[in-house]
């Protein structure tokens, strides 16, 4: 009786099906995004909590402040779609971890598709419209830093 033994180099998967490996890509976007989050959040957080008054100057005027200028506007969308993207594709993999193929795992990611879009729109349109002092609205709804 012969027995014959593969060749440790012989492939044990078939070949991969061409196209894009979203797997691989989502493995690099979190690696990069979880870098230029670690700077983004300390900024964040030096700018908030460090330069000026601290943590007591944290109010509805100190943001309307801030996001009066271009720069801060972007620089919090960047960090409010980069974290949720990041949070979302781990969750996603979670999800693939946990559950099995079909039905359950396609209704989570979907939940968290959805979610993530909300979000990310919401958020993008509370950072880019917020506007602190609106034109014609009433002097005894504006804040104080408001001229009437």
């Known amino acids: 009786m012969t027995t014959t033994i593969d060749s440790p ?3 044990i998967r078939p070949a991969r099906k061409r196209g894009i490996n979203w ?9 990069a995004s979880g870098v ?3 700077v983004l959040i300390f900024g964040h957080l030096f700018v908030n909590l460090m330069v000026g008054e601290g943590v007591k100057a944290i109010d509805f005027g100190f943001v309307g402040g801030k996001w009066a200028q271009p720069f801060w506007q972007w620089w919090d969308c960047l960090l409010l779609w980069l974290a949720l993207i ?9 999800v693939n971890d946990y559950t099995n193929p079909g039905r359950i795992q396609s209704v989570l ?6 979610s993530a879009v909300v979000l ?8 880019f419209t917020f506007e ?12 104080s830093f408001c001229s009437a």
């Open 9 to 11: 180099r012989a492939p």
């Open 23 to 31: 797997e691989k890509w989502g493995w690099i976007y979190m690696r």
């Open 132 to 143: 602190p002092c609106p034109v014609g609205a009433p002097a005894d709804l504006l804040p």
């Open 86 to 94: 990041h949070g979302t594709n781990g969750m996603r993999t979670l």
């Open 109 to 114: 990611k979907g939940a968290l598709l959805a």
């Open 120 to 127: 990310i729109v919401l958020g993008t349109l509370v950072i």
């Open 36 to 38: 230029v989050l670690v």
